[in-house]
Structures are given as C-alpha cells and as structure tokens.
C-alpha cells in the first residue's frame, strides 16, 4: 500500500508566532533574537539538547540560560509550534476515513515531538517521524531512509509534502513523489489519487 508522508511545520501547523514572547523573556528585541533562533535551528533538529540550544540562541543577544530559563524557553517554542491549520486537520480526517495510511516526517526537536505525539491531529498517523530523535534532518538522504525503514516500504510506495522546497527535493532525490505544500484545498486531489492508487 502507498504511504503520504506529511511535514509538519507550515503544513499540519501554522508558522509561530512565539518569537516576540521568547525575545521578550530574555529582554531582547525580537530584531536582535530572532536570527540566531534560525540560524542555530538546524543543530537543535537534529537532535541538539534543549539547554545548548537556548544557550546558542541567547549568546546572540549576551543572555547566559540556565535550566529554568531553558525550560521556560522551550514551553513558549513548543506551544508556538501547536496551533494547527484547520483545513489540513480535516483533510488528514478525510484521508484516514478512506483508509489511507499516513506518516509525519518532521524536522523538530525531541522535546517537542513528545508534546506533538498527545495532540488530537496525531492519531490519523500510523508513524511519527522527529528528526530530534534520529539525530538526522531534512533534506539529508539518511532520513527518508530511516523513514523507509520505519514504513516498512520503498521510496516508490511514498508521496511526500513539505513547505520547503529543499525538502521536496531531497525527498524527490531518493525516489520518492513529493509535492510542495501550498494548501490543503491545493493538494486534496493529488494525495487522494495517490492514496487510492493500488
């Protein structure tokens, strides 16, 4: 059977706005903090203790973390990330109403794949992915194969969606359909061909 494997940032939920709460905390301005909370994104993905991260972040603007304040940052950035997309929720109800099998591939920390596991959205999904917890990331090769791995199928078997194009393309690298995600009402059509494709 076919796999849609689905993102989770900017696909399932909405971008955060946590951003200026998190700069505010720290007595920053959100010009000043929130650059270094991309740019050091990455290393947290993929598998960065929480406290290293916010210390990496904060050294942008001179604020020393410690445990409380790693906690307290990380809260904000986790429930930044949980408001979901409306249209994209029912849309993964209708897929699992056909009997589609869904998986998440998502770059995020492992602190805040433990909070995404209990959200209601997450029982339409027979997989969950979090690059935190492999210690891998998108775009990498190595990820959609421990996906692979994890589905028990080919690259073949998988229609992927991201918001990011790079995503998108190292999925399509290994062999994988992949789209990018503008809409739930954009791709409705696609992934419910592909899903009911024998």
């Known amino acids: 059977m076919n796999w849609l494997v689905f993102d989770y940032g900017g696909v399932i ?21 929130e650059p270094g909370y991309w740019s050091e994104r990455d290393v947290y993905d993929r598998g960065c203790p929480d406290i290293d991260y916010w210390r990496a972040v904060c050294a942008h603007v001179g604020v020393d973390v410690d445990e409380q304040l790693s906690e307290e940052l990380t809260r904000l950035d986790i429930e930044g990330w949980l408001p979901t997309d409306d249209n994209t929720v029912k849309l993964l109800g209708r897929l699992t109403g056909m009997g589609a099998r869904l998986a998440l591939l998502s770059n995020a920390p492992s602190s805040f794949g433990r909070v995404a596991e209990r959200q209601p959205w997450a029982e339409h999904f027979t997989h969950l992915v979090f690059s935190g917890d492999l210690s891998l990331a998108k775009p990498d090769a190595e ?56």
Request: some cysteine; aromatic content about 8%; proline content about 1%.
């Open 143 to 198: 990820i959609y194969a421990a996906l692979f791995g994890k589905l028990g199928a080919r690259a073949a078997d998988c229609l992927f969606v991201d918001d990011r194009q790079a995503n998108v393309d190292g999925a399509l690298a290994v062999g994988m359909s992949a789209h990018l995600w503008t809409s739930a009402d954009d791709l409705a059509d696609t992934l419910i061909r592909f899903a009911t494709c024998s």
């Open 13 to 33: 939920s909405r971008h955060t706005q946590a951003i200026p709460a998190m700069a505010a905390r720290v007595g920053a301005e959100v010009t000043a903090f």
